[in-house]
């Protein structure tokens, strides 16, 4: 269902409070701390780890599991931002009255920037096992070429920021998707 209702810039502004836009940052800053936790266990492991023994059917697998990931990162990276702007999309609002579609449209950015991180998260933690799976095995150590396999973490980590959800982003996202035409 669509809505006809109109509403402006200042029903954004007045239907994102505080509360609305602490979920958003709250969820954006765990997706991103929590790929970086899991990078500082995998360098403590990596740090305390040299008696791992280097077989040549390991460097098959952290090659193949690499190229894997690659492909895997762009298409994650592709799918992230094009579902995330299938949310923001004026025929996807709904409400009677202005202020109730204002909410929609913020809550259509959640789901969006939700959206946009998630399937890099995915990324980033398959990236994480490879590199873990490689200091394991002892791999790291010898060939540390496969440490890239740690950017698509970096690449997460720089999504977040630059589409960190700042109150004057997210009014100025939702006033050129949904009200300006």
């Known amino acids: 269902m669509t809505t006809s209702v109109l509403f402006s810039r200042t029903h954004l502004e007045q239907a994102l409070t505080v509360d609305q836009l602490r979920p958003t940052i709250i969820i954006r800053i765990g997706l991103m701390l929590g790929i ?3 990078y500082l266990v995998i ?4 740090s305390t780890n040299s008696s791992a023994i280097f077989r040549e059917s390991d460097k098959l697998l952290m090659d193949v599991m690499s190229i894997v990931h690659t492909v895997f990162t762009i298409m994650m990276t592709a799918v992230a931002f094009f579902i995330s702007r299938l949310q923001l999309r004026p025929e996807r609002l709904v409400g ?6 204002a909410l929609h ?8 920037s939700l959206l946009l991180m998630v399937p890099i998260e995915g990324a980033a933690f ?4 490879i590199c873990m799976i ?12 496969y440490w890239l396999n740690a950017g698509s973490a970096v690449l997460l980590i720089l999504v977040g920021l630059f589409t960190f959800p700042t109150r004057e982003k997210v009014l100025d996202t939702l006033d050129s998707t949904f009200l300006r035409k």
């Open 36 to 38: 970086s936790f899991f």
């Open 43 to 46: 360098f403590l492991v990596y």
């Open 96 to 101: 009677n009255r202005p202020d109730e579609v």
């Open 105 to 112: 449209a913020i809550g259509l950015h959640r789901v969006s």
């Open 126 to 129: 398959f990236g994480a096992a």
């Open 134 to 145: 490689g200091v394991q095995n002892g791999i790291l150590n010898i060939m540390p070429i």
